[in-house]
Every structure is written in C-alpha cells, then in structure tokens.
C-alpha cells in the first residue's frame, strides 16, 4: 500500500521566516509527486516532480525530489501572511490499473503571523 | 480554474438517510474521483471513474456507492448515512494523456450527518 508521510504537521512562523515542509513517501511503481496548497477550499496545485524534473521553482517557493532516498522537501522563503494554509503532498503510482490516483499525505498546517 | 462544479455545497442529514452528492464538469476528462477529508488524514481516495460506466474502490470505499452513467457527471451516493461519514468530500478530475497526471479539484461539499 502507497504511503506518504508529513513533517511537521503543523508550524507557526513569523513573516520573513523561511520554512522547509517534508514529504516522505513509500510507492510500489512511482510516477510522480505532487505539492498543493490548500487555504479555505478546494486544494490548488503548486508542483510536480518527477525522474525527468526533480527540482522545481516559482517565486518564493521551490521543491526538490530525492527519488533515492523517497523524500520531498518544499520551500518557502520570505513568508507572508498569504502563505498560511495546509500543504498537502501527493504521490502517483504508475502501476497498470492505478489510473493517476493520488495518495495524499496527512497535510502541514502552515500558520505565518505578520 | 477547472470547469467542476459540486452539488450541494453544505448538507446536515440525519443517521441513516441516502444521500448523494454530485459533481459535474464541463472540461471532457475521462478521470473523476471522490475523496474525503478529515483533520489528520490528508484526502483520502473512496472511489475513481476511468471512463462512463467504468469505477473502481479508493482506500476507503466501504459506505459508499458512484455511478457515471455521462462523461460529465460523477455521483457519490451514502446509501444510509453514518455519523463517521461527517466530512469534507472533494471531486477531482484529471486528463491522463497530459503527461503531469495533475488532479484538479472541486469546491468541495460539506456534509454533517447527525
């Protein structure tokens, strides 16, 4: 069974602060990970990573893919108050029937004070 | 934002009702899914649809029912609703000829069964 594992669950910063979110994952036929940020409704895409993009950027955020050692870290640096949401990581598996499903992570509650 | 749209948006049901929750999309993708969410838990698959008339169980199927008798439409069905069916239920959609596997997601339905 597909596993994805978050850390922390929940954080508290200032803004300005820089925060690392973690993503652990245990996928029989990996295909690819995903970051989602989700605020007060449905979650919203940020990235995917997969063998042929392990490294990924956009503004204040980036996220790198350790396809060796099966972790993700997302980054965020120079927070603001928009920041705070749950991040929510995701994995797909490539296996014949498996159709994209995604197998969620528990979520990191992400809190930035002003 | 994806064309999906969730029906209702808010439902407070008593124990032991049918219910059934819809989501509809106007974008053609052949893949829809349900998940739910609870506080620890991520979203968590219940059920998915690779085309009309063909489903398959998520993780965490057993309570409910789907049917997609049109591309565009994805029921979710509580044949007697419980108490631990309380969530947060989520429709995505997803084209798996795009190479990302990217989900897109619904505005979400709140359901409180009592």
């Known amino acids: 069974e597909d596993k994805v594992v978050q850390s922390p669950l929940s954080l508290v910063v200032h803004e300005g602060d820089t925060v690392t979110l973690n993503c652990s994952y245990e996928?029989?036929?990996?295909?690819?990970l995903l970051w989602y940020k989700q605020e007060k409704k449905a979650p919203t895409f940020l990235f995917m990573l997969t063998s042929s993009g392990i490294e990924k950027k956009s503004g204040r955020l980036s996220s790198i893919l350790d396809k060796k050692e099966l972790f993700s870290i997302l980054n965020i640096t120079a927070t603001q108050t928009g920041d705070s949401a749950i991040y929510l990581c995701?994995?797909?598996?490539?296996?014949?029937?498996?159709?994209?499903?995604?197998?969620f992570g528990q979520g990191t509650i992400l809190t930035v004070h002003p | 934002d994806a064309g999906i749209t969730q029906s209702p948006r808010h439902k407070v049901t008593e124990t032991g009702t049918p219910v059934t929750l819809r989501c509809h999309q106007t974008?053609?993708?052949?893949?829809m899914y349900w998940y739910r969410q609870d506080p620890g838990h991520g979203l968590r698959l219940i059920h998915y649809?690779?085309?009309?008339?063909?489903?398959d169980k998520g993780e965490v199927s057993d309570g409910y029912s789907v049917s997609r008798s049109k591309t565009e439409d994805f029921l979710l069905t509580l044949e007697s609703a419980t108490s631990s069916q309380t969530s947060v239920y989520f429709c995505?959609?997803?084209?798996?000829?795009?190479?990302?596997?990217?989900?897109?997601f619904g505005p979400g339905t709140r359901l409180t069964v009592t």
């Open positions: 974008e053609n993708h052949r893949y």
């Open positions: 995505a959609i997803s084209d798996r000829g795009h190479p990302s596997y990217e989900q897109y």
């Open positions: 649809s690779y085309g009309v008339k063909d489903t």
């Open positions: 996928v029989t036929n990996f295909r690819s």
């Open positions: 995701a994995v797909t598996n490539a296996g014949g029937t498996s159709y994209g499903k995604l197998t």
